[in-house]
């Protein structure tokens, strides 16, 4: 069983907005760091944003800081990618990680998260 699923991608034209949803499955993840991530063809899997077990703090990669915002429900249930202006350059699978920690942090590196879902593909036209 996949612990995580996301949802919301698709296709899209070049400035237009898209969010995505990334949702527990079989076991809550409300007190665990959460993080996006994107494989574009050809390319490594890279960080896009992470936010804390609390919500209260975020980070983000400087291609995507100003145009994405990553957030989590009140119940720290479901976590939210928020992607507005999109380009061409944005087209990936995006994948939902997650991580159990004590600590209320943000996480950017891959190799620190456990958990992961099988990726929503994001394709933005030109």
């Known amino acids: 069983q996949v612990p995580l699923v996301e949802s919301g991608g698709g296709l899209v034209q070049a400035g237009d907005s898209l969010r995505l949803s990334c949702a527990a499955s079989?076991?809550?993840?409300?007190?665990?760091?959460m993080g996006w991530f994107r494989q574009a063809p050809g390319k490594e899997r890279e960080f896009v944003a992470g936010?804390?077990?609390?919500?209260?703090?975020?980070s983000y990669a400087d291609s995507v800081k100003g145009r994405f915002t990553i957030s989590r429900d009140a119940d720290r249930v479901t976590v939210y990618l928020q992607m507005n202006s999109l380009k061409p350059e944005d087209t990936a699978v995006y994948y939902c990680?997650?991580?159990?920690?004590?600590?209320?942090?943000?996480?950017?590196?891959?190799?620190?998260?456990?958990?992961w879902g099988q990726g929503t593909q994001v394709t933005v036209s030109s």
């Open positions: 079989g076991r809550p993840f409300s007190n665990a760091v």
């Open positions: 936010i804390s077990r609390s919500g209260g703090s975020t």
């Open positions: 990680a997650a991580k159990d920690t004590p600590w209320d942090y943000v996480v950017r590196r891959q190799n620190e998260y456990a958990f």
